[in-house]
């Protein structure tokens, strides 16, 4: 029940999200975030997704990079969110790794983030498919997996807005590779740190 529910959620969501983009109305909102508090929100809410798949998550974050940024983290959240629910949907046994590294240019840095797993892959033929809302493919082998097709298509809508786009790579039955990169404005370049030591401490307990 709670993971039907789960899905059902997220099917609304999408399905709203995809109307504010159709409509227009969707934009950013700039505020000031800690990276570390994003980041740990993504690394628990995939957690309890994984149920009883083999899976493991791991988080490789730069311990160098800035700890609070201004952007939008409640897209950067959905951004993500959307791709780590499709690596948990689509890959069975192994490990979904998320990435995060940066590069400094002065009050501004690019972040860059990549999800990677080690599931169904993709067929080179369909990676750009993949891009039209709605759609959906190797549907033979992905019948039993819910979605409405909607998720991929808008990541890339709300990459638009924050000049970007998603970069796909994938092979088939072996795992994918989706990364992206945004510019965010340093807040406070103290060190982010170790996440795990930070921020998964409770989990080692």
């Known amino acids: ?13 999408e399905l709203l999200d995809a109307s504010k983009i159709e409509a227009g109305v ?50 950067i959240r959905q951004i993500l969110l959307n791709l780590l629910t499709n690596a948990v949907k689509y890959t069975n046994e192994g490990t979904i790794t998320v990435r ?13 983030y990549t999800v ?29 997996i819910e979605g409405t097709g909607l998720g991929l298509n808008i990541v890339q809508q709300y990459l638009a807005l924050m000049d970007s786009e998603l ?10 590779e989706f990364s992206f990169e945004i510019v965010q404005k340093v807040v406070d370049r103290t060190k982010l740190g170790n996440f795990h030591e930070r921020f998964c401490a409770a989990e080692k307990a």
Request: no cysteine; aromatic share 6%.
């Open 1 to 13: 029940v709670k993971n039907a529910s789960i899905g059902l959620l997220d099917i609304i969501n």
């Open 26 to 75: 969707m934009e950013l909102v700039i505020a000031e975030y800690e990276l570390g508090s994003l980041l740990n929100d993504l690394y628990n809410m995939i957690r309890a997704r994984l149920g009883d798949k083999n899976l493991k998550l791991v988080f490789e974050v730069d311990p160098e990079m800035p700890s609070r940024f201004a952007g939008d983290d409640m897209r």
């Open 100 to 112: 995060l590294n940066w590069r400094d240019e002065g009050e501004q840095a690019v972040l860059r």
């Open 116 to 144: 990677k797993d080690t599931g169904i892959g993709i067929r080179e033929e369909d990676i750009g498919k993949l891009k039209a809302a709605f759609r959906r493919v190797d549907l033979s082998r992905n019948k039993n």
């Open 167 to 176: 970069e796909i790579h994938s092979e088939y039955e072996k795992g994918s």
